[in-house]
């Protein structure tokens, strides 16, 4: 069967989230220091790393949890001081060269889709990249599906327990991830849109052939 739609998880594939994520992590120091806990950049660098090592499925609370060094009680205020301080926050930073790719891709026929589109929806109006998407993918079979994202258990292998097709895009917080099993690794890697671009069509040339 070819390949009739892309699927994305925004964060990453999508959104750069570059000045989110810094956003988080400037939250997570600040908070901390007013709890008294002294905290540097090298010590959030190292937090978020373990996170990201240890496969937590809330990268930020595992972080907290790491620079509070288990205290409950500083946990809990410095993640209620963290969670006020970006609760508003909606930053959204449309990765280079996505939209002309997209574009191209919808213009082949192909059926674009987003993880969540209810929640996304609203950033992807205001990137100016709304219209690109539908629905409709999901009455398609997994098997026709290609899906795109950047965190390999919270993404990669929930796609392919469904039977899709699967591309990591290696971004942000979560680019240092490597499977710890078949079921999480991915049929490509990619690191950029060019390379995301290659692979999407090495991978509909191979069905086609």
């Given at each position: 069967m070819s390949y009739r739609a892309i699927l994305?998880?925004?964060?990453?594939?999508?959104?750069?989230?570059?000045?989110?994520?810094?956003?988080v992590d400037g939250a997570i120091a600040a908070a901390c220091g007013?709890?008294?806990?002294?905290?540097?950049?090298?010590?959030v660098e190292e937090a978020s790393d373990a996170a990201?090592?240890?496969?937590?499925?809330?990268?930020?609370?595992?972080?907290?949890?790491?620079?509070?060094?288990?205290?409950?009680?500083?946990?809990a205020r410095v993640r209620g001081r963290m969670r006020a301080m970006v609760g508003n926050l909606d930053v959204f930073q449309l990765r280079p060269g996505i939209d002309g790719l997209l574009q191209r891709w919808r213009a082949r026929g192909l059926v674009l889709g987003v993880v969540d589109?209810?929640?996304?929806?609203?950033?992807?109006?205001?990137?100016?990249?709304a219209a690109l998407f539908t629905?409709?993918?999901?009455?398609?079979?997994?098997s026709a599906c290609l899906f795109v994202g950047d965190r390999l258990d919270?993404?990669?292998?929930?796609?392919?327990?469904?039977?899709?097709?699967?591309?990591?895009?290696?971004?942000?917080?979560?680019r240092r991830q490597r499977p710890r099993n078949a079921a999480e690794t991915p049929d490509a890697v990619v690191t950029d849109v060019p390379e995301l671009e290659a692979a999407i069509e090495?991978?509909?040339?191979?069905?086609?052939?």
């Open positions: 994305f998880d925004v964060g990453g594939a999508l959104d750069l989230e570059f000045a989110w994520e810094s956003a007013l709890e008294g806990i002294r905290v540097d950049q090298t010590m990201v090592a240890a496969f937590a499925p809330d990268a930020y609370a595992h972080m907290i949890e790491t620079l509070c060094g288990g205290d409950p009680l500083s946990i589109p209810a929640h996304h929806g609203p950033r992807l109006e205001r990137a100016g990249i629905r409709e993918v999901d009455g398609l079979p997994a919270a993404d990669i292998a929930p796609a392919r327990a469904k039977g899709m097709t699967t591309i990591q895009f290696r971004s942000g917080r979560w090495a991978l509909i040339a191979n069905t086609s052939s």
